[in-house]
């Protein structure tokens, strides 16, 4: 695997970490109760907080001088390696939930099988995040399941929401060039065997919350070589407007 | 979901230090499981606690401070109740 290689894997958990963390950072101030609120914006800063250590130890690969901030918030949007479904806009709290439901069962698994990596800071850095994204995976899975056998409004907004986000899980489990690069030599993750796990664990869960679990067909992909939806150029006008603006501010 | 249907706990954290469970604060919650999440992601962000114990509001029986004399005022003058009032004789030293 070359260095270019192993920084371009980086940088897309580091962007799938902050991109995360950028939208749930969002519902801060208008959770729907003020201890939801604290709950979705602790976990965004556990995502920010793993994609500072990412950036970080990205910055050092690369190796031209350029530090976490200046990689999080001076790129342009092609540059940006996240899968599309994070990327996605919050929508109501239900279809925020499934998104992070979705995605932290992946994340987890993933952080699970990478913190078996020959790689010395990825294998500490799975080993870190692990209880973090345990703890989100349970914070959202509970509430899938309070909404599915909730009332009949939380239940048709919690099916929709899956209905919705399905197309867009498939891009987690794909593989390409620069995973199985990874993979080869020892430090990456095969995305591939996470997938059927990851449908048995999401299939128990829909099922006690008494949702349909929707049937694979066509998938979204192109967020991790860098070609998003109309949405990610938003949230980067928004992310990057200071430190564009005042390049370098600190507080 | 109407915040006003969720029932008020009492949240109690036993610190690292702490042997015993202090009372911290409150929160709304649906179910205790539910309360424990809150709580943790509430009370417990600056590493303040190993344990949480959460207890509906409503299952808390209190004293009326109607009855505060009654209950506590005739301990005030029994101060043999406390260990200085007595005098330890010299031979057992320090305790």
Redesign the interface.
């Given at each position: 695997m070359t260095n270019d290689q192993l920084f371009e894997y980086t940088v897309r958990l580091a962007d799938n970490a902050l991109i995360l963390g950028q939208r749930l950072s969002e519902w801060c101030g208008h959770g729907p109760v003020l201890e939801e609120d604290i709950a979705l914006t602790n976990t965004a800063l556990d995502q920010l907080g793993q994609a500072t250590n990412l950036f970080k130890f990205a910055a050092e690969l690369e190796g031209k001088g350029r530090d976490e901030d200046q990689l999080a918030f001076l790129r342009d949007v092609t540059e940006y390696k996240n899968i599309l479904l994070v990327e996605l806009p919050n929508g109501d709290y239900a279809n925020t939930i499934a998104r992070q439901f979705f995605y932290s069962t992946y994340y987890y698994l993933f952080l699970r099988e990478l913190s078996k990596s020959k790689h010395e800071f990825l294998s500490a850095f799975a080993e870190k995040s692990l209880k973090e994204v345990k703890y989100h995976w349970q914070h959202s899975s509970d509430w899938v399941k309070r909404m599915g056998d909730g009332t009949e409004e939380s239940h048709t907004r919690i099916q929709k929401a899956i209905n919705f986000l399905w197309e867009y899980t498939g891009e987690m489990f794909m593989m390409d060039a620069i995973d199985q690069a990874a993979l080869e030599a020892g430090y990456g993750v095969d995305n591939t065997a996470l997938k059927n796990e990851w449908n048995n664990i999401i299939s128990a869960i829909l099922n006690e919350a008494t949702l349909e679990m929707p049937a694979d067909g066509w998938f979204h992909k192109g967020g991790k070589i860098g070609r998003h939806s109309e949405h990610m150029g938003f949230i980067l006008a928004e992310m990057q407007f200071l430190q564009k603006t005042y390049p370098g501010a600190k507080w | 979901?109407n915040?006003a249907d969720?029932p008020l706990w009492e949240i109690f954290i036993r610190s690292k230090s702490g042997l015993a469970h202090k009372h911290v604060g409150s929160?709304?919650?649906?179910d205790s499981?539910?309360a424990i999440?809150?709580a943790?992601?509430?009370y417990t962000?600056r590493m303040e606690g190993v344990s949480l114990w959460v207890v509906k509001s409503s299952d808390i029986t209190a004293s009326s401070p109607d009855e505060k004399e009654i209950l506590f005022d005739p301990a005030n003058d029994k101060v043999y109740r406390h260990p200085t009032f007595y005098e330890i004789p010299p031979e057992i030293g320090h305790m």
């Open positions: - | 979901m915040k969720w929160l709304h919650a649906a499981k539910m999440e809150n943790r992601d509430v962000r």
